[in-house]
């Protein structure tokens, strides 16, 4: 920032899990004095991992251990927190917002970073709410940012109101039916399941996740499914909700209505049927949406340059004039925590050199997809790609690539299964259920681009009671990522557990390994357990 010059006036909209690790970036700035922000956040509690929510809502994690941002921290730094309001409208030539309480605040630089929201399937008997433009000009600004009233017994899993009336349910011994079988849903059924509820998972397709999975992994999910105790109603597509009358005289849900007419009873209608950008205060604004807000590769807006999105909100394309003329754009926001994290810090970045009016950094390397792991204590899935491939597959590439091999392997008896999809022996894509230590492998190969082995069934050696035939030493190099959703590695864990850090949340606070999507938590006691018995054995 040049002598005299005032402050950047930048304006987060959305305090969630991406908008409070902007925050955080961007608090050196602020001390500095060279930017002022203000931030708003529709809900009154502090920044949480809705990843974890739903062990919340079992007891399996509290309140406490998923926060992810100390507000008072920023305002201790001269950050404006305002926290349970709602953005209701952009006014994009004076560049000020409105909030729910009447007040506005101007901004030099807007930042989206809304999130997502639970979608509502179409069922009778529930509301449908709509955010395209004229069904928010009819509506005006009472549902933007708000999410929509459902039926008593009926909820979704996002927020900490969500979990705790799931965890009232649960402690109840209600009987839970799950609606949706994407990797969230199946992740709660499991847990509620596992804490001795009633469960019940109802999905139009043939096999869970469908999105991830191939037919021979879904088929060996499902089975895993029914013994961990989860009822599994395949092939059925909902229609309607029937509703009793409750204690306090009020209609209450009473039963999920199929297309192939089955009632499914239950006391809580869990709806998990995938999720949303909250778009819509963009979309009033007359900013170009999508499947989100539509952004460049360096997040700024189509329609403005002085507007931002980052996290489930934002939906990356790049902007050519091809793109530009077409009405249905491709991709979709990643729906995953760490690009979102990864979004907030190359923004924090742009805006502070902005601030100081130094050189913008480059754009942010595409993201690659992501593996997509459910959590679970006796079902580990992970996916990547697209392994939707007929294992016999000899169609030549496209181009000069060398050719795509397939290798399958299954053993459904015992709840295994594995699939890979190669080019020049290098992971393009691979689903495994039942098969932790391989998966982990797998993922550090993917992330790397490696090779991998010539004989692939060495591969199947991890998971067995014998897996010194293998060489897992890269597993422990200093440089292997750990936490793929904060970048965190091994020399990271070593040199904090060193400091002291010994458990897996002393690890989160220091350097926020598993605080993201949770699935490297067995790594990181794995580490703790290497690094403190290198310790203790080390000469004085």
Same mark, same amino acid.
């Given at each position: 920032?040049?002598?005299?010059?005032?402050?950047?006036?930048?304006?987060?909209?959305? %305090?969630?899990?991406?908008?409070?690790?902007l925050?955080?970036?961007?608090?050196?700035?602020?001390?500095?004095?060279?930017?002022?922000?203000?931030?708003?956040?529709?809900?009154?509690?502090?920044?949480?991992?809705?990843?974890? =929510?739903?062990?919340?809502?079992?007891?399996?994690?509290?309140?406490?251990? @998923?926060?992810?941002?100390?507000?008072?921290?920023?305002?201790?730094?001269?950050?404006?927190?305002?926290?349970?309001?709602?953005a209701?409208?952009?006014?994009?030539? @004076?560049?000020?917002?409105?909030?729910?309480?009447?007040?506005?605040?101007?901004?030099?630089?807007?930042?989206?970073?809304?999130?997502?929201?639970?979608?509502?399937?179409?069922?009778?008997?529930?509301?449908?709410?709509? %955010?395209?433009?004229?069904?928010?000009?009819?509506?005006?600004?009472?549902?933007?940012?708000?999410?929509?009233?459902?039926?008593?017994?009926?909820?979704?899993?996002?927020?900490?109101?969500?979990?705790e009336?799931?965890?009232?349910?649960?402690?109840?011994? /209600?009987?839970?039916?799950?609606?949706?079988?994407?990797?969230?849903?199946?992740?709660?059924?499991?847990?509620?399941?596992?804490?001795?509820?009633?469960?019940?998972?109802? !999905? !139009? #397709?043939?096999?869970?996740?469908?999105?991830?999975?191939?037919?021979?992994?879904?088929?060996?999910?499902?089975?895993?499914?029914?013994?961990?105790?989860?009822? =599994?109603?395949?092939?059925?597509?909902?229609e309607?909700?029937?509703f009793?009358?409750?204690?306090?005289?009020?209609?209450?849900?009473?039963?999920?209505?199929? /297309?192939?007419?089955?009632?499914?009873?239950?006391?809580?209608?869990?709806?998990?049927?995938?999720?949303?950008?909250?778009?819509?205060?963009?979309?009033?604004?007359?900013?170009?949406t999508?499947?989100?807000?539509?952004?460049?590769?360096?997040?700024?807006?189509?329609?403005?340059?002085?507007?931002?999105?980052?996290?489930?909100?934002?939906?990356?394309?790049?902007?050519?004039?091809?793109?530009?003329?077409?009405?249905?754009?491709?991709?979709?926001?990643?729906?995953?925590?760490?690009?979102?994290?990864?979004?907030?810090?190359?923004?924090?970045?742009?805006?502070?050199?902005?601030?100081?009016c130094?050189?913008?950094?480059?754009?942010?390397?595409?993201?690659?997809?992501?593996?997509?792991?459910?959590?679970?204590?006796?079902v580990?899935?992970a /996916?990547?790609?697209?392994?939707?491939?007929?294992?016999?597959?000899?169609?030549?590439?496209?181009?000069?690539?060398?050719?795509?091999? =397939?290798?399958?392997?299954?053993?459904?008896?015992?709840?295994?299964?594995?699939?890979?999809?190669?080019?020049?022996?290098?992971?393009?894509? %691979?689903?495994?259920? #039942?098969?932790?230590?391989?998966?982990?492998?797998?993922?550090?190969?993917?992330?790397?681009?490696?090779?991998?082995?010539?004989?692939?069934s060495?591969?199947?050696?991890?998971?067995?009671?014998?897996?010194?035939?293998i060489?897992?030493?890269?597993?422990?190099?200093?440089?292997?990522?750990?936490?793929?959703?904060?970048? =965190?590695?091994?020399?990271?864990?070593?040199?904090?557990?060193?400091?002291?850090?010994?458990?897996?949340?002393?690890?989160?606070?220091?350097?926020?390994?598993?605080?993201?999507?949770?699935?490297?938590?067995?790594?990181?006691?794995?580490?703790?357990?290497? %690094?403190?018995?290198?310790?203790?054995?080390?000469?004085a």
């Amino acid at each position: 920032m040049s002598e005299g010059a005032p402050p950047l006036r930048v304006v987060i909209v959305g %305090f969630g899990p991406v908008g409070a690790r902007l925050c955080e970036e961007l608090l050196p700035a602020v001390k500095t004095g060279s930017m002022a922000l203000t931030v708003i956040g529709a809900e009154s509690d502090a920044p949480y991992n809705r990843v974890l =929510v739903a062990e919340l809502a079992v007891d399996r994690a509290d309140a406490a251990g @998923i926060t992810l941002h100390d507000p008072q921290e920023s305002m201790r730094a001269g950050v404006d927190v305002r926290l349970g309001t709602r953005a209701v409208s952009v006014d994009r030539a @004076i560049k000020q917002i409105e909030l729910s309480n009447g007040e506005r605040v101007a901004y030099d630089r807007l930042v989206l970073a809304t999130g997502a929201r639970a979608n509502i399937p179409t069922l009778t008997g529930i509301h449908r709410p709509a %955010f395209d433009v004229d069904s928010l000009a009819r509506s005006g600004a009472s549902v933007i940012g708000a999410d929509p009233v459902l039926p008593n017994g009926v909820t979704v899993l996002r927020d900490l109101a969500d979990a705790e009336r799931v965890r009232a349910a649960v402690s109840e011994g /209600a009987r839970l039916v799950v609606l949706g079988a994407g990797v969230l849903g199946l992740e709660f059924a499991l847990l509620a399941a596992g804490a001795d509820a009633e469960v019940a998972v109802v !999905h !139009h #397709g043939a096999t869970p996740m469908p999105r991830s999975l191939d037919r021979g992994a879904g088929i060996v999910l499902s089975r895993a499914l029914r013994e961990a105790g989860v009822e =599994v109603y395949a092939h059925s597509r909902a229609e309607s909700v029937g509703f009793r009358t409750g204690d306090d005289g009020e209609p209450a849900f009473d039963a999920l209505v199929t /297309a192939d007419g089955n009632y499914v009873r239950g006391d809580l209608l869990v709806l998990s049927c995938g999720v949303g950008a909250r778009a819509e205060l963009a979309t009033a604004a007359g900013i170009r949406t999508a499947a989100g807000i539509v952004v460049d590769e360096q997040l700024r807006s189509w329609s403005d340059d002085d507007v931002f999105a980052i996290g489930d909100c934002a939906h990356v394309v790049e902007r050519t004039v091809e793109t530009n003329a077409l009405t249905r754009l491709p991709g979709a926001p990643s729906g995953l925590i760490g690009p979102g994290w990864r979004q907030a810090e190359w923004l924090a970045r742009r805006l502070v050199a902005e601030s100081a009016c130094a050189a913008l950094p480059a754009a942010p390397p595409a993201e690659r997809d992501c593996v997509v792991m459910l959590k679970a204590d006796r079902v580990d899935v992970a /996916a990547v790609g697209d392994v939707d491939v007929d294992i016999w597959d000899a169609s030549p590439p496209d181009d000069s690539a060398p050719l795509r091999h =397939v290798a399958q392997w299954a053993d459904p008896q015992h709840g295994r299964y594995l699939k890979l999809v190669t080019r020049g022996g290098v992971l393009q894509a %691979f689903t495994s259920v #039942g098969m932790p230590r391989t998966a982990a492998e797998l993922t550090l190969l993917y992330d790397r681009r490696g090779e991998l082995p010539a004989d692939r069934s060495l591969l199947l050696r991890m998971d067995g009671a014998d897996d010194s035939a293998i060489a897992r030493s890269d597993a422990f190099a200093p440089e292997t990522t750990v936490c793929l959703c904060n970048g =965190v590695n091994v020399e990271a864990i070593g040199d904090s557990v060193a400091r002291g850090n010994d458990t897996v949340a002393c690890l989160g606070r220091d350097t926020r390994a598993g605080t993201g999507c949770g699935g490297c938590k067995p790594r990181l006691v794995e580490l703790i357990e290497r %690094f403190t018995s290198s310790a203790q054995v080390a000469p004085a």
